[in-house]
């Protein structure tokens, strides 16, 4: 809630005060990483930490949806009913040669 309060504040400067006061009494608070936000918010106020404030609380830009590379490659695998595409069974004795791993002869 207060980096909501904070973000409120810098761009309706009409409830600074207001947003002031919960920072000062959030300060002390019990929990320290409310404390912590609260007296880094109450730093930033500062007049010659104006700059950097603005610069932190300026608005994200927005975020643009994209397909991730996982989902392209499975979605480019699945069959032309949608379902993916069945897995090729292989023998244990072809794995471990694929893999590298030595092949025992099976005990007689």
């Known amino acids: 809630l ?10 309706f400067a009409e409830i600074a005060p207001q947003v002031s006061e919960v920072m000062a009494q959030y300060s002390t608070a019990l929990d320290q990483e ?24 300026e608005m994200m830009p927005h975020f ?12 480019g695998k699945k069959g032309a009913d949608g379902s993916a595409p069945p897995r090729e069974r292989k023998e244990p004795k072809a794995e471990a040669e694929e893999a590298g791993e030595a092949v025992s002869a099976p005990a007689a």
């Open 64 to 75: 643009t949806e994209r397909e991730s590379i996982v989902q392209k490659q499975l979605s």
């Open 34 to 57: 409310v404390q912590q936000r609260a007296n880094e918010y109450i730093s930033l106020s500062a007049p010659p930490l104006s700059g950097v404030k603005s610069t932190v609380l």
């Open 2 to 11: 207060l980096n909501t309060y904070v973000k409120l504040s810098h761009s």
